[in-house]
């Protein structure tokens, strides 16, 4: 077996017992889908139809209202990258921005006005614990975690630097707080 095969195998696998870098996220081939969590590499499944539908109505939804605003709609995957000082890169479900100075050509530079995670069994733990407590720090306004298995939104609208969390039935209407005069028609999310 010749050395350029080796190498190419050695780098389809990733090594999780090694810290990773922002750049080694960079050199990676976009189709490549993972997160990294202070230097730890997380590898994402791909994702559920029903998760993809929930993603593209609320996605539809924005980018209805958004058309000929100064904010943008940007579905999976996009990287946000929410501090210099760590070497930690999300790829959350759907970025909304109105701020064009933190725009880089994979993604964000900076906190978005907006963002939704879509739980699943393999990212709950990570969205609600690890994504919630770096949003917060980095002054992310609202993030929302969809639950499709209770068809539930926790909305968390950033206040004097902490969330403070609301909770919207698969039949409300969900105020986007940063977009003033949106909501988001749960009933159209969740129909299955």
Not at 100 to 125: C, H, M, N, Q, Y
Request: glycine share 4%; aromatic share 10%.
């Amino acid at each position: 077996m010749s050395d350029d095969k080796d190498l190419e195998v050695n780098e389809a696998l990733p090594n999780y017992n090694r810290l990773y870098t922002v750049e080694d996220y960079h050199s990676w081939d976009e189709g490549f889908r993972c997160q990294i969590y202070e230097g730890t590499l997380i590898v994402a499944e791909a994702p559920t139809r029903r998760h993809q539908k929930i993603l593209m109505e609320i996605s539809g939804q924005l980018w209805q209202f958004l058309k000929k605003k100064p904010c943008n709609v940007y579905p999976s995957p996009v990287s946000v990258r929410l501090s210099e000082k760590e070497e930690t890169v999300f790829e959350p479900d759907i970025v909304v921005n109105c701020d064009d100075s933190i725009l880089w050509e994979r993604g964000f530079k900076g906190a978005p006005d907006f963002i939704v995670e879509i739980l699943s069994p393999s990212t709950a733990r990570m969205d609600r614990k690890l994504k919630f407590q770096k949003y917060q720090q980095a002054g992310v306004r609202e993030y929302w975690i969809v639950d499709p298995k209770l068809n539930l939104l926790e909305a968390n609208i950033l206040i004097n630097g902490r969330y403070t969390t609301k909770i919207y039935k698969e039949n409300d209407k969900a105020p986007v707080h940063v977009l003033d005069g949106f909501e988001i028609n749960l009933a159209d999310v969740f129909e299955e």
